[in-house]
């Protein structure tokens, strides 16, 4: 079970493995005995991992026969998944914290394969499933009481009935899977291996190869020269490949229609929201509610303009801080700021996390080898285990309180659910990690040392919300439009792709009003984002934020049942699917109101600031 900004590696800004601070101690590196003792008891579970795996087939032919079937099958299936589970999160932690390490490595390579067995030898449970009925399916789970924690699995598959395909049709399908997933191989290839990236000086001499790392770290440079450099470089290079990676687009777009197709769907939209229970309703109301927004964007945009102080915003201004801050933030500091911010929720949950910081859950600063990025995992029946790059800095502290909601989400569902319903859908994952950002952000205000640094902290929470919310909405409106036109029988090719992309960019940043200057050759952006790989994922962010947004607020207001509510979310783990969950905690994702709380939240931050800004800014227009 991996929870974390980074489910496809991609989605946060990765913070790139440096120098270990001084500070750092082996009490802030995670201790992964918890879950083996050592690498030669984790071999022992990845033997009988496999073991397991070859014996489960002999339930193929009896897993829906009679209930004591049933249960033994389910037992099995489950109990393997949750023993091989414990061997990833074991081998993919030890290789994340020192890539260098040739045993570790080693360990992480043989667990891919164990998988791989694991996924052929149960292939069957589910075709098998669907085959039986629901009929049949019902009687066996009224029988047998012990089936009660597979209900909801059970339910769930024959929810997909209409869209699973007979064996061998399901067989076919799962046959193409390296050709389906070739587009974003080929995509990763040229973008971080072929790719001639171009070398650069900035105005104080140094010398960059601007891949997309380096792209990421000089994007925002103060020196708005350096930014003009570093743009014109990258997208250059971008543009010049537009072409491949808009046919390698392409391709990927036309195996999702292809599959969605197949399975009877009526879009790809409704194939990839189907099976986790989402209303295709939520993602055209995230859409729709982002564009009657806009104007808070621009009033966002305005803002920054006047906090760099730029008269002509362009693109090239999007990321550089509105605001500088002379203050470092030691991890100890850190987790005291955290503690404190999440005292709304109760003493039980501050002392959980606690328990983290002081029991070596957690893997903290960088070092040579280890991989950047910050994320949450864990292995049922083990407590989870949090991943970061801790730099001393404010977004550190954002970055370690939003892993920890994370990881208190597992903690929480994995204590009250079992195994089989102790998972949660990405559709909530977000949700735990971005409220947690905004009690943070109550708290440190409520601490802030003169207006500048309340300034700073407020500004930070705002363009997490423009990035999290808008931009993701961007990007997710852009995929259904590049998916829609191929399920119109339209090719795409890297132009058409740019030019739709482009028109998106400016509506959305406020092009033809003047708020915003977007040059073309920012068109070709989408070329360089993985996201798009992932088929509608990237919408879940901004329905997270939304839907904690809310949340949040309730919580922070004081309003009876809150926090128990929102505890009690957290606890039902993958009980039921996860829209539901939320809508029963009194948000409904597919209604108007949750995108309402996040844009109010946002202009209350806006509306404090420019009290903030010195009286010789302008007065921002509202509108």
């Known amino acids: 079970m991996v ?91 030890e290789a994340s914290t020192d890539n260098k390490d040739a045993a570790a490595n080693a360990r992480r390579s043989d667990a891919g394969p164990m998988w791989t067995s694991i996924e052929e030898a149960t292939a069957f449970v589910q075709p098998a499933l669907v085959a039986a009925g629901r009929k049949t399916l019902d ?70 190869t601007l891949d997309k790392p380096a792209y990421e770290r000089w994007r925002g440079a103060p020196s708005r020269a350096d930014r003009e450099i570093v743009f014109s470089a990258f997208y250059e290079a971008i543009g010049s490949v537009q072409r491949t990676l808009g046919a390698t687009l392409n391709t990927h777009l036309a195996a999702d229609h292809f599959e969605a197709k197949a399975r009877g769907y009526e879009s790809t939209l409704d194939a990839a929201l189907f099976g986790d229970g989402i209303p295709t309703a939520v993602y055209r ?20 303009g006047t906090l760099l102080g730029v008269d002509d915003l362009r693109y090239i201004d999007i990321y550089p801080s509105m605001v500088e801050l002379d203050r470092t933030f030691p991890l100890e500091q850190g987790k005291e700021l955290s503690l404190a911010a999440f005292a709304p929720l109760g003493p039980e949950y501050v002392a959980q996390v606690k328990a983290g910081f002081d029991g070596r859950w957690m893997h903290a600063y960088p070092q040579d080898g280890k991989g950047g990025g910050a994320y949450a995992t864990g292995a049922y029946e083990v407590h989870p285990y949090v991943f970061m790059n801790y730099q001393d800095d404010y977004e550190s502290v954002t970055t370690l309180a939003h892993e920890w909601g994370h990881a208190m989400h597992t903690s929480l569902a994995t204590a009250a659910q079992p195994y089989p319903t102790s998972d949660y859908d990405t559709f909530m994952a977000e949700v735990a990690s971005t409220f947690n950002e905004a009690l943070l952000l109550d708290h440190v205000l409520a601490q802030a040392k003169g207006d500048d640094e309340r300034l700073y902290f407020l500004g930070s929470a705002l363009e997490g919300l423009r990035g999290t919310f808008f931009r993701q909405a961007m990007f997710a409106e852009f995929e259904l439009a590049i998916h829609e036109r191929v399920e119109g029988g339209e090719a795409l090719t890297g132009e058409r792709l740019s030019a739709m992309y482009l028109e998106l960019l400016r509506r959305y940043h406020g092009h033809d009003a003047g708020v915003m200057q977007i040059d073309e050759e920012f068109a070709s952006e989408w070329a360089w984002i993985p996201h798009f790989y992932f088929g509608y994922y990237v919408f879940q962010y901004a329905t997270s934020i939304a839907a904690s947004s809310l949340l949040a607020a309730r919580v922070t207001q004081g309003e009876g049942g809150a926090v128990q509510a929102y505890l009690d979310l957290l606890r039902a783990g993958g009980s039921a699917y996860s829209y539901e969950l939320l809508k029963g905690a009194g948000v409904d994702l597919a209604t108007a109101a949750p995108y309402e709380a996040l844009v109010a939240r946002m202009d209350a931050i806006m509306d404090e600031m420019e009290t903030l800004i010195p009286k010789r800014a302008a007065p921002l227009p509202a509108e």
């Open 139 to 208: 009687k066996h789970l009224k029988k047998e009481p012990q089936l009660a924690p597979y209900a909801f699995f059970i339910d769930r598959t024959l929810r997909s009935a209409e869209h699973t395909l007979d064996g061998p049709g399901e067989a076919l399908l799962a046959s193409a899977g390296p050709l389906t997933s070739a587009p974003f191989d080929v995509f990763n290839m040229l973008t971080t291996a072929d790719m001639a990236w171009p070398e650069i000086t900035l105005t104080d001499g140094t010398t960059v």
């Open 285 to 304: 109301t995230l859409v729709q509610q982002a564009n009657a927004s806009l104007p808070t964007l621009h009033r966002y945009l305005r803002l920054r």
């Open 3 to 93: 929870r974390s900004s980074f489910f496809v590696p991609f989605l946060v800004l990765a913070v790139l493995a440096g120098p270990t601070p001084a500070s750092a101690q082996s009490e802030d590196e995670w201790d992964l005995t918890d879950l083996y003792a050592n690498p030669a008891a984790w071999d022992s579970d990845r033997l009988e991992a496999l073991a397991q795996a070859a014996l489960f087939p002999d339930c193929a032919d009896r897993i829906t026969k009679t209930p004591s079937d049933l249960l033994e099958c389910m037992q099995r299936y489950f109990g393997l998944r949750m023993l091989a589970e414990r061997v990833w999160v074991y081998a993919s932690s």
